[in-house]
């Protein structure tokens, strides 16, 4: 059993990463593997997976081995812990000989915590390297993307399989194999190949609720994507695209209009590849346009946006791609923008000649990656479902469950589509019987079809919302399609009713998209004095030749903008700020807080900032939303006895603004549904959105209400439903 107690695990987090509090399944994780034992570990991206290994790397007698599959990764991960006072290094092609000679002696003197390896590292003839390995009595194997090895896996890397004979070298030695996404059966392949004996799995909820998701046509998509940019200036972000041609392009026509941006693929020479990466580390590019070879070895804080102009190979790779966005946990956008024809082409890509089990593997992921971008509901539930996790039917974060929705009686143009396919047989795909509904003059329309009464009489409606129909009938099993060559439509008895009129078809519509709406951006901390801490922050980055965010992330700078601590103790609460960042950059950072706070007349708020309780794993909670630094702040002084017009006053805030933050404690149980809402209000609020058969827009309840209900007291009311229905 492990030595450590609980207290003294949580003094090591302070200690060498400067956080309070562990998250999700880190502390369990790390307890197992101070105790010798195997283990799994799939936590979301930005979670933290690498404390799970690096704290025990750091209390463990010896030298911790991490195998990692990308040079970019390694370095990353290296740099911050060296900007955390952890000896690390890493070994790979990148090197030249000397410097490889140093990093090995440094490990066999015992000055080196942590090393990362590539997996190429471990040859066909394994044996001098393992003599190599003997001599550096390795504590701990850390196989990090461990997805990689698994061949059901959405990034399958052949050489990964060498790793296998790691346990067999070295039996008594722990390993513990991390990733952001796999499914139940690729997390069972992975302890197969691995080898792994009797291992404990820890699977976090894949949950990243400061993410909110957006699927939108592919219509107009450069300039909607600019529109986003010039609306976002100050942010990073990462813009992925199918062809390295189409991340050329982009790329070039967004530095034509202004944008700091770049293009990043794999038919790159690696110096280019590698200084077009380390310029989008250091904020000198705003924004990569990148195939998928670009983002698995970035470890970039703030990343604000991920945008797909291609739909994603499966949901695995697009729930890993989108990850890469707030890791810092700050609120970040992941735009997809869809089309059919995305997938027509992805199909062609998913075929692995001589691999007929591959090929099916592909082809089934990318039909569940389809499925995704056509769902009429919460995009958030759909990826928690994916990865085997419950989730309510509304996330309040999503393109679905932020529009207005209203219910259409779509009998009509149904029964229009449906004696389309009957006319022509029940022989043909969506894309002849939409051109045939439309009256397309195309050659590839058979004479005798232009005959029948049917042909042309959807005229009236575009391409894109006969595709929707046409989703929609299957999805509501009104239609059956047959995977053949050309994925034949066909009726079923659900159609003939509907033909007939035995039946109705209604469906519910998103009135209105977020995309084109404002958003009012609240705060909550000082920004002036954030935009001089960023500055402080570059200039120390740019002097030690690293990353930004390597010296503190984003979430930092708000905290010190927010809470304005005065001295070194009050520095030592803020997240980020461990002893060996209070020692070497607390000085700096406190001079430029004390100087703003006296020209503007403020003091330290650190009062309003308290330890935060430990996050309990899944199993042993329940789910909660997500709250932060700001929303905190409106909490504690509600506490104190404010009123939320008060609260509004005193920080310059919008009321409905406090009445979200308060909101989401009501949710979380934290505060009670009535100090908001009488009895009597409260359960006739319940019983309309029970009637009205969703929770997700305020206005279509209130339209429901008379006039004595309140705006405010309905959303308290919506968070209360969620509460006691998740």
Request: contains cysteine; glycine residues 6%; neutral net charge.
């Amino acid at each position: 059993m492990s030595t450590y107690s609980r207290e003294k695990l949580h003094q090591a987090l302070k200690h060498f990463f400067g956080y309070d509090e562990f998250r999700l399944t880190q502390l369990p994780i790390i307890e197992n593997v101070l105790n010798g034992e195997d283990t799994l570990a799939i936590m979301p991206t930005g979670a933290g997976k690498s404390i799970c290994y690096q704290l025990p790397a750091v209390l463990m007698p010896g030298i911790t081995i991490v195998v990692s599959p990308l040079i970019a990764l390694m370095k990353d991960q290296v740099d911050a812990l060296v900007a955390n006072g952890i000896n690390a290094a890493f070994l790979n092609s990148s090197q030249s000989t000397d410097e490889q000679q140093r990093v090995i002696k440094g490990a066999q003197d015992g000055k080196i915590k942590l090393l990362y390896i590539a997996p190429e590292r471990i040859p066909a003839n394994p044996e001098t390297f393992f003599t190599f390995l003997r001599k550096l009595n390795p504590s701990l194997f850390a196989i990090d993307e461990a997805h990689c090895i698994s061949s059901w896996g959405h990034d399958f890397r052949p050489e990964y399989l060498k790793l296998a004979v790691l346990k067999k070298e070295f039996p008594t030695i722990p390993v513990i194999a991390l990733t952001a996404s796999a499914d139940k059966v690729t997390q069972q392949d992975i302890v197969k190949r691995l080898d792994l004996r009797t291992p404990k799995e820890f699977v976090s909820s894949f949950n990243r609720p400061n993410i909110h998701y957006y699927i939108y046509p592919k219509k107009n998509v450069f300039d909607k994507i600019l529109a986003y940019l010039k609306k976002h200036k100050e942010d990073s972000g990462i813009i992925y695209a199918l062809s390295r041609a189409s991340t050329e392009d982009i790329a070039g026509k967004l530095h034509e209009a202004g944008i700091k941006a770049a293009h990043y693929h794999a038919g790159m020479d690696s110096a280019e590849r590698s200084r077009v990466q380390e310029a989008f580390q250091r904020d000198e590019y705003k924004v990569i346009v990148a195939t998928i070879a670009f983002g698995m070895g970035i470890d970039k804080s703030n990343v604000r946006f991920v945008i797909h102009h291609d739909v994603s190979k499966n949901v695995e790779g697009y729930y890993q791609e989108t990850g890469r966005a707030g890791r810092d946990g700050l609120k970040s956008d992941a735009i997809l923008y869809y089309s059919y024809g995305d997938i027509i082409k992805l199909k062609k890509f998913a075929e692995i000649e001589g691999n007929p089990q591959q090929s099916a593997i592909s082809q089934k992921k990318l039909q569940l990656m389809q499925d995704y971008c056509e769902h009429e509901g919460c995009r958030r539930q759909y990826l928690m479902q994916y990865f085997g996790e419950q989730f309510p039917a509304y996330c309040g974060s999503c393109d679905y469950c932020m529009s207005s929705l209203e219910e259409k009686d779509a009998t009509v143009d149904a029964q229009k589509l449906l004696s389309a396919i009957s006319r022509t047989g029940e022989r043909y795909g969506a894309g002849y019987i939409i051109d045939f509904i439309r009256g397309s003059a195309s050659e590839k329309i058979q004479p005798l079809h232009k005959e029948l009464k049917t042909y042309g009489i959807g005229k009236d409606l575009k391409r894109e919302q006969w595709q929707w129909m046409i989703q929609q009938l299957l999805y509501h099993h009104f239609l059956d399609k047959i995977d053949d060559q050309f994925a034949t439509l066909k009726l079923n008895d659900k159609s003939w009713k509907l033909l007939k009129g035995e039946t109705q078809l209604k469906l519910i519509l998103k009135k209105e998209k977020v995309e084109e709406q404002e958003e009012v951006e609240d705060l909550g901390y000082d920004i002036g004095l954030f935009k001089e801490l960023k500055v402080l922050r570059n200039e120390i980055a740019e002097r030690e030749n690293v990353p930004a965010y390597n010296i503190l992330s984003d979430n930092s700078l708000i905290e010190l903008a927010t809470y304005f601590p005065q001295n070194a103790n009050e520095l030592k609460q803020i997240s980020g700020f461990g002893d060996y960042k209070v020692s070497r950059y607390g000085a700096h950072f406190l001079k430029v807080v004390k100087e703003y706070a006296e020209v503007h007349k403020l003091s330290s708020k650190m009062h309003f900032k308290q330890p935060k309780k430990e996050t309990k794993p899944r199993a042993e909670r329940a789910a909660k939303p997500a709250t932060n630094s700001t929303m905190k702040v409106s909490f504690d002084m509600f506490k104190e006895g404010m009123s939320i017009a008060e609260i509004a006053v005193k920080r310059s805030l919008a009321p409905t603004t406090i009445e979200t933050h308060l909101a989401a404690y009501v949710s979380a149980g934290e505060l009670d549904i009535n100090r908001f809402v009488s009895k009597e209000k409260l359960e006739k609020i319940l019983a309309t959105i029970k009637l009205s058969g969703q929770s997700t827009a305020l206005k279509p309840i209130k339209d429901l209400l008379d006039d004595e209900y309140t705006f405010g007291e309905i959303r308290m009311a919506l968070e209360y439903y969620k509460k006691v229905n998740q």
